[in-house]
């Protein structure tokens, strides 16, 4: 053996001591001296990667574990580590890739948190099955895992297995998860009245589907809420001074609008989201927050407020409307889009977790709270499946000063 081979062997151990010892900083540094004696060794390679997971630097850990996995195939606790850190980073294909190999190489010695990533993984791919295997394996080896027992709730619920998610979302409760959000997924398999989803849902939701959000509305779902309740106002020709658009997005409606209309001024509870809105250039003011304090907060009349695919993410709109009333001008328009409940229903919370209200609802709610029924379609917001989820779209216009 070289002296260079047999410094970066004593690197190696030194390395495995800190590590072993919890000093991660320096076995991470004993190992990257080793690996510029001896360039390529799996062990090396592997242990560096882990250590550096440890230490929370996936992006740095990545590359490593993958020299590693490719050096070495065999190297069980390389596959799964590498699968962590892709999920860790989004990379759900390769994540799922590099777990299912470290699971098969060695089922037996996998821990609960591992099956749990792998489930994971394959549910953001829609490889239901094994999303749903890999949860069950999990939970065998540690039932109190409410993360676990959560997202098998969440595959059951989108296969229409209502009464299996219900029960899931229970035990997810048993075991501590947060009490608002299971509450409302247990609602929405049950068919059980809540007036409102949790603001931390939406924001979750949505920051997660900011990047690639408009294509994948548009395109894939063939979404045209924005288009259809913007039309009529769009072939008026009518200008605006003030349009505030609730639950903005990444900023289709003002893309519609732009042209006549002043002021354009937003609000969502994404922030990556807004960030995208920002960036178009369209928008005035933009804020981080919720529609309803939104409205509330508003100093001056506006003459157009729009909602877009917004109220479906809401639930009850007694208070919405009631502050949009009281910051309209006279003679101004609130549109909004709906999906559709039974006539007999006159606000459903829906397994997809999207609320649907009824024509006699929002009739009802509107002449309540000073508004007049100005134009009211049903049509088609989006396709799932392949299948048009029909909705209402609506314009009020104030009726006389509320005193």
């Not at 410094?7 to 590590?19: C, I």
């Not at 010695?109 to 890999?134: F, I, K, M, N, Y």
């Not at 394996?137 to 297995?161: F, I, V």
């Not at 009739?363 to 049509?379: D, F, I, K, S, T």
Request: charged share 20%.
């Amino acid at each position: 053996m070289t002296a260079a081979l047999e410094r970066a062997k004593n690197l190696f151990f030194e390395g495995n001591d800190h590590f072993e010892a919890g000093r991660l900083s320096e076995a991470a540094d004993a190992y990257r001296q080793a690996l510029v004696l001896a360039p390529g060794r799996a062990s090396v390679l592997a242990n560096l990667g882990i250590t550096l997971w440890r230490l929370g630097q996936v992006t740095e850990a990545l590359p490593a574990l993958r020299q590693a996995t490719a050096a070495d195939p065999a190297h069980t606790e390389a596959w799964l580590a590498q699968g962590v850190c892709a999920e860790t980073l989004g990379l759900w294909e390769e994540a799922a890739g590099a777990l299912l190999q470290g699971t098969r190489q060695s089922p037996g010695t996998v821990g609960a948190p591992v099956w749990l990533s792998l489930g994971h993984c394959c549910s953001r791919q829609g490889r239901s099955a094994e999303a749903l295997d890999a949860l069950e394996r999990a939970l065998a080896l540690d039932a109190t895992l409410a993360e676990a027992w959560s997202q098998r709730g969440q595959l059951l619920r989108e296969l229409g297995r209502l009464p299996e998610a219900a029960q899931c979302f229970e035990q997810a409760l048993a075991h501590g998860a947060d009490e608002a959000l299971h509450r409302f997924y247990l609602a929405s398999v049950r068919g059980e009245a809540v007036p409102h989803a949790p603001a931390a849902y939406v924001q979750a939701l949505f920051d997660d589907y900011a990047e690639g959000f408009q294509t994948h509305l548009v395109q894939a779902l063939r979404y045209q809420a924005h288009e259809v309740l913007l039309e009529p106002l769009r072939s008026s020709g009518r200008h605006f001074e003030h349009m505030l658009d609730l639950g903005c997005g990444t900023g289709l409606c003002a893309q519609r609008m732009r042209g006549q209309v002043e002021r354009i001024d937003g609000v969502d509870l994404s922030p990556a989201m807004v960030a995208q809105a920002r960036s178009s250039g369209l928008y005035q003011q933009l804020e981080v927050g919720d529609l309803l304090a939104f409205l509330q907060g508003q100093g001056t009349p506006v003459d157009l407020i729009v909602a877009a695919d917004v109220f479906i993410y809401v639930g009850a709109l007694d208070e919405v409307l009631a502050a949009a009333r009281r910051c309209m001008a006279a003679g101004g328009v609130f549109a909004f889009s709906l999906e559709q409940a039974p006539p007999a229903q006159d606000l459903v919370l829906q397994p997809s977790l999207r609320y649907a209200h009824s024509r006699g609802y929002i009739e009802r709610l509107a002449a309540a709270n000073g508004w007049q029924v100005q134009w009211l379609e049903a049509a088609a917001i989006r396709e799932d499946q392949r299948r048009p989820v029909m909705g209402w779209y609506v314009h009020l216009t104030p009726v006389a000063a509320m005193h």
